[in-house]
């Protein structure tokens, strides 16, 4: 199975400060076509101006990934964790038996571009928690790199699923492939550029899932960022 979300048919979400493109059903978008895939529940790619941003709020049973695309995103949570999250950081916030958060563009003359990622967790109420690191990217350079996983084992972070994210940065005129497991599920994300996947062409916004596929191939036709989700 090789599906492709069109980034001109995800959901939109436009309120002056927040300009937002829903891939899976969120808040007032509902599509039940489009629900996520496996425990993968919301890839939110979200422009917040500056000055603005998420006032604090709860979330309760669910992994929580930030990824900043451009700009930088500052943290307030009530673990009593605050930071700034830039370009090449990794963020995950387990929300657990309960978290309250704020995200808030950090910069004054510049919009933040992010992703807010979702993921259920395979476990549930657990004490909340945050963590945050720097990924090396020459370690992404034109291959994929783990930077969460189950075990949080070799650097990466840990995720409360059975689940990984890997990151690859891709040079124009590259070609690589790679190799799927037996029975897992994949998504792959377009964060920035233009690149064929599995043959089909995929722009910045565009999704896929995958399913039953032997690999998973990447010709990039342009300086390419993308995001691998492996699923159960």
Request: charged share 25%; no cysteine; aromatic share 10%.
């Amino acid at each position: 199975m090789f599906v492709k979300r069109y980034r001109d048919e995800r959901g939109p979400t436009n309120i002056g400060w927040l300009d937002s493109r829903h891939s899976f059903s969120f808040g007032h978008y509902y599509d039940p076509a489009h629900m996520g895939f496996g425990p993968l529940r919301v890839i939110n790619e979200d422009r917040v101006v500056a000055g603005a941003g998420f006032d604090t709020h709860p979330h309760a049973n669910m992994e929580i990934i930030s990824y900043v695309i451009s700009g930088a995103l500052k943290h307030k949570d009530s673990m009593g964790n605050g930071s700034t999250i830039r370009p090449g950081d990794i963020q995950i916030m387990s929300a657990g038996n309960g978290v309250t958060h704020s995200e808030y563009n950090a910069n004054a003359d510049e919009d933040v571009h992010f992703l807010q990622i979702w993921v259920m967790p395979n476990v549930q109420n657990n004490r909340p928690n945050y963590q945050q690191q720097s990924f090396k990217r020459d370690k992404a350079k034109n291959r994929f790199h783990t930077v969460i996983s189950p075990k949080g084992d070799h650097g990466t972070l840990q995720i409360n699923q059975d689940a990984s994210m890997l990151v690859g940065l891709f040079d124009k005129d590259t070609a690589y492939s790679h190799t799927t497991e037996l029975g897992r599920k994949y998504w792959v994300q377009m964060v920035k550029g233009e690149a064929l996947v599995n043959g089909e062409t995929a722009r910045a916004g565009d999704g896929f899932a995958l399913r039953a596929e032997k690999n998973i191939s990447i010709d990039a036709k342009t300086d390419s960022e993308i995001l691998l989700f492996d699923l159960p």
